[in-house]
């Protein structure tokens, strides 16, 4: 009987750490994309409130080809950041994990 509890129990612990390794791998995946995503996402209220005056200026059109990359940036961001929740295997990470 005591072979049997000290199975159960060694088992018990394996699945438990397995479970909490798998975990804490899990939320290191999401977070560094998440952290990502968010500071370019709270960086675009500084974009639209320092709006340069005057237009047709070289600061002014550098500001506004800035602002489009800024925009661009997020929305593909995003997306894979999306698929990568949903379980869609990029193929860098394919080619790279060999």
């Known amino acids: 009987m005591e072979k049997i509890k000290a199975y159960l129990y060694s088992y018990a612990k394996e699945r438990y750490l397995w479970?909490?390794?798998r975990k804490n791998e899990l939320n290191s995946n999401i977070t560094i994309p998440l952290g990502i995503l968010i500071v370019q996402i709270t960086s675009?209220?500084?974009f639209f409130s320092n709006f340069p005056q005057r237009t047709f200026s070289s600061i002014f059109?550098?500001?506004?080809?800035?602002?489009?990359l800024a925009i661009i940036s997020i929305i593909s961001s995003f997306i894979l950041f999306w698929k990568h929740q949903i379980g869609y295997d990029?193929?860098?990470?394919?080619?790279?994990?060999c």
């Open 90 to 97: 990029f193929f860098i990470s394919v080619y790279f994990s």
């Open 19 to 21: 479970e909490h390794s």
């Open 61 to 68: 059109i550098t500001f506004i080809i800035l602002l489009a």
């Open 44 to 46: 675009l209220p500084y």
